[in-house]
């Protein structure tokens, strides 16, 4: 495949993940208003596990083609780009969005962390302990994931002391929206599954298109994996946490965010199945490590700007904490890019 063959099936790919990732929130809003579930639980479980699809089998199909570097790029900048827009949420919405959803939201990007954690240091150890040709740490990882998500399912909520719901106009009952309130609900849960199953179909073709363009240009697939392919795949999460906001599921959204990049860390053990020459983790660059602290250091900033926001701040017109995640953000993809 040509550079400019590569550069269009990528564009057109990626519109493609951007439509099927619009339609998942009205259907996710709608499924947990019927079935009475937590928005915070469906953000972080159902919502986050289908915009995460692209995750899954781009970094399978990455792997299966030899490109570890790739794979593993991808989920760590994935799970910084997911923390960009979380910022970038919040500048749009002058900071209105933070002070209103949960804080059972930190108890979930503590586990991301912790996740994230574990897995840069079975990337800076290269560790060789392997259950076949499968490393430990991925094993030990998802383990760790399944009784994560348990505990989201049974955990309290922890609303904030006299939260009320920001002055944000919400989105009238036009497109995704509309059409989910008219479906019954076994029609919701169909739709939702042909929406997943839309992004898993495409995010191969992605991911494909991505490795073409890196072997045509010559850069590093460390930092095409963690900016490039990394925002491609993260665009289902952008659009789906927009549409989220517009239709007032606020735990929803930011749910999403932070419980992608919980998913994100469990899918090493899927990509380091399809890499059959040993332990993905061991066969990356030590630059990931880069990508990893970012990842982490950006989920920590926005926590922390979480749990310390307060009706008060939403009177700034400047919102720092969003400005300090986007710079962070542009900082570590420069390092990745440096050390990769």
Do not use: C
Request: charged share 10%; net charge neutral; glycine share 8%.
């Amino acid at each position: 495949m040509d550079l400019w063959q590569a550069v269009v099936v990528f564009l057109v790919s990626a519109a493609v993940l951007v439509r099927a990732g619009s339609s998942l929130a009205g259907y996710a809003d709608q499924i947990a208003e019927r079935m009475q579930l937590s928005r915070l639980f469906v953000g972080t479980l159902m919502l986050a596990f289908a915009t995460s699809l692209p995750e899954l089998v781009t970094d399978i199909t990455a792997a299966r083609a030899g490109a570890p570097d790739l794979a593993v790029g991808d989920l760590f900048g994935s799970s910084m780009a997911n923390m960009a827009i979380l910022a970038i949420i919040d500048l749009l919405y002058r900071g209105k969005v933070w002070p209103s959803v949960e804080l059972g939201h930190a108890r979930v990007a503590a586990v991301a962390i912790a996740l994230t954690s574990m897995a840069a240091l079975g990337v800076f150890t290269q560790s060789t302990l392997t259950i076949g040709w499968v490393g430990l740490t991925p094993i030990v990882i998802v383990v760790v994931y399944v009784l994560s998500i348990a505990w989201f399912r049974r955990m309290p909520l922890l609303a904030r002391p006299g939260l009320e719901q920001p002055q944000i106009p919400l989105q009238e009952a036009t497109g995704w929206s509309e059409k989910a309130a008219k479906i019954s609900l076994n029609g919701l849960w169909l739709r939702f599954g042909i929406s997943a199953l839309l992004i898993l179909l495409t995010a191969p073709i992605t991911t494909l298109s991505v490795k073409a363009i890196a072997d045509s240009t010559g850069i590093a697939q460390t930092f095409l994996g963690a900016a490039l392919l990394a925002v491609t795949t993260s665009l289902p999460e952008l659009i789906a946490s927009i549409a989220s906001l517009r239709i007032g599921a606020y735990d929803m959204a930011v749910g999403n965010l932070f419980g992608s990049n919980v998913a994100n860390m469990s899918i090493l053990v899927f990509a380091d199945l399809a890499y059959t020459e040993g332990p993905i983790l061991a066969a990356v660059s030590q630059g990931q490590v880069v990508a990893a602290i970012g990842a982490i250091l950006l989920m920590s900033v926005a926590v922390a700007a979480i749990v310390g926001e307060s009706e008060q701040t939403r009177l700034r017109k400047l919102e720092p904490d969003a400005i300090v995640l986007l710079t962070i953000y542009a900082a570590t993809l420069v390092a990745v890019a440096y050390y990769g």
